[in-house]
């Protein structure tokens, strides 16, 4: 699995209204990702490596 992404950062939208990710995410997401909702009204980003993984817990569970 990827190494994953932790942390809380105040969030900006572009003129389009897309989420503007942290600099610091960027190149580790930079061969693609998902979004999914996260608990406490957060989002959950994963690269798409560690999106499959997660998914196919959630599946088995």
């Given at each position: 699995?990827?190494?994953?992404?932790?942390?809380s950062?105040?969030?900006?939208?572009?003129t389009k209204g897309r989420v503007v990710m942290p600099l610091e995410?960027?190149?580790g997401l930079a061969d693609g990702c998902h979004v999914a909702p996260g608990l406490d009204r957060c989002?959950?980003?994963y690269p798409?490596?560690?999106?499959?993984?997660?998914?196919?817990?959630?599946?088995?569970?």
């Open positions: 699995m990827s190494r994953g992404f932790e942390g950062y105040q969030h900006s939208l572009d995410f960027r190149a989002i959950a980003v798409d490596d560690t999106f499959e993984e997660v998914r196919g817990r959630v599946t088995e569970a």
